[in-house]
């Protein structure tokens, strides 16, 4: 069993596209999960609060899903406005930016182009710090080729 790298391997496609469907599948099971076994247990009005929070949790990650979806071509100067159209605002940052091209199997020296513009519109860098603000060292990908899914 090959260890997934980030940067170095990329999640193909048609497994992406298999995690958009079992996304879907799941958000309708966890909605349904208030009233398994008795369907009469709450009412539909007292669970807007939880089907909201489902939703807006399932539509991050299917926002994720959608981005790693799409075909990428480094050339592409659109791409940045595309990410940002597709992920909600509190979302988006450079880091997200990276880690989200990391698993397309795009190395981090490819992107500085992009990152620019990115960086451009002010979107937030976002990496993780620790209590005293110092930037936690979490590398995201390394600066390498990238070759296929698995590989070891």
Known sequence: ??????????????????????????RAAVLRLPN??????????????YNARVNRNFDRHDNNLKILHLPIS??????PETYLSVTHSSD??????ERLLALKGVPRDQLRSWITVLAKRDIPDGRPKDKDGKLIDAPIAPSTSSSHFGGG
Do not use: C
């Not at 988006?92 to 930016?97: C, K, L, M, R, V």
């Open 1 to 26: 069993v090959g260890i997934f790298r980030p940067g170095v391997d990329k999640i193909p496609a048609e497994v992406i596209g298999r995690l958009r469907v079992d996304s879907k599948a799941l």
């Open 92 to 97: 988006a940052s450079i880091y997200h930016f």
């Open 74 to 79: 480094l050339e592409d100067k659109s791409f």
């Open 36 to 49: 398994a076994g008795d369907p009469d247990r709450f009412q539909p009005s007292a669970l807007t609060r």
